[in-house]
């Protein structure tokens, strides 16, 4: 496990397109899909890692707060499954279905979604805007594994800038980091970008 931040790619930067199968229900999930919505949050998340464990209660229950809000929300997965095999596809649909996930959980088997992304960490997460332009990335709150003394898991930074999207006010851009576990690259397809804490 490499402690990793996000790599916080420039604000304004218009959301890269994917297609990508969600695990539960197998349809495909696309940009295209979220047209039209005020905001779009994705999610870069993982089964296995103890980064995503400690906030995974966090997401399921943000996804039931704002299931009814103009925002979509994807998760994506884009672990090394071969070497990681809780977080190949059946493994991540057994977790989205045993959280209640209310969101698609998609999975990016040849890891090209994550590197347009520019993700580096698990989670990692991205606000776009009704313009699809990036508006937030960083982290969900202050709360990591093994923080002591411990910090309350609340999503407090992701909601804020949640909250400030869709009721029509100035999201700060001040903004922290995500840090979790390094994205699981395939032997060889390390990105560029890839660096570690």
């Known amino acids: 496990m490499?402690?990793?931040p996000s790599v916080m790619v420039d604000l304004g930067t218009?959301?890269?397109e994917f297609h990508l199968p969600d695990v539960v229900t197998g349809n495909t999930i696309s940009l295209d899909t979220f047209t039209g919505k005020t905001g779009l949050l994705v999610m870069f998340i993982c089964r296995h890692c103890p980064y995503v464990k400690h906030i995974q209660d966090q997401l399921a229950q943000l996804g039931r707060d704002y299931q009814n809000q103009d925002l979509g929300i994807v998760a994506i997965s884009s672990n090394d499954?071969?070497?990681y095999p809780d977080d190949a596809p059946e493994s991540l649909k057994e977790m989205a279905e045993t959280l209640g996930f209310t969101f698609p959980f998609c999975y990016d088997a040849t890891q090209s979604?994550?590197?347009?992304?520019q993700a580096a960490c698990t989670p990692d997460f991205y606000l776009f805007d009704r313009q699809q332009k990036l508006v937030y990335r960083g982290q969900l709150d202050d709360s990591r594994p093994k923080s002591d003394p411990p910090i309350?898991?609340?999503g407090k930074d992701l909601r804020a800038a949640l909250?400030?999207?869709l009721s029509g006010q100035a999201?700060?851009?001040e903004q922290r980091a995500s840090i979790g576990c390094n994205i699981k690259w395939q032997p060889g397809n390390e990105p560029d970008y890839y660096k570690t804490a």
Not at 113 to 117: D, F, I, M, N, S
């Open 2 to 4: 490499a402690r990793t």
């Open 14 to 16: 218009p959301a890269p």
């Open 81 to 83: 499954a071969e070497k």
């Open 113 to 117: 979604v994550a590197k347009a992304y």
């Open 152 to 154: 309350p898991v609340t």
């Open 163 to 165: 909250d400030a999207l």
């Open 171 to 173: 999201i700060p851009t």
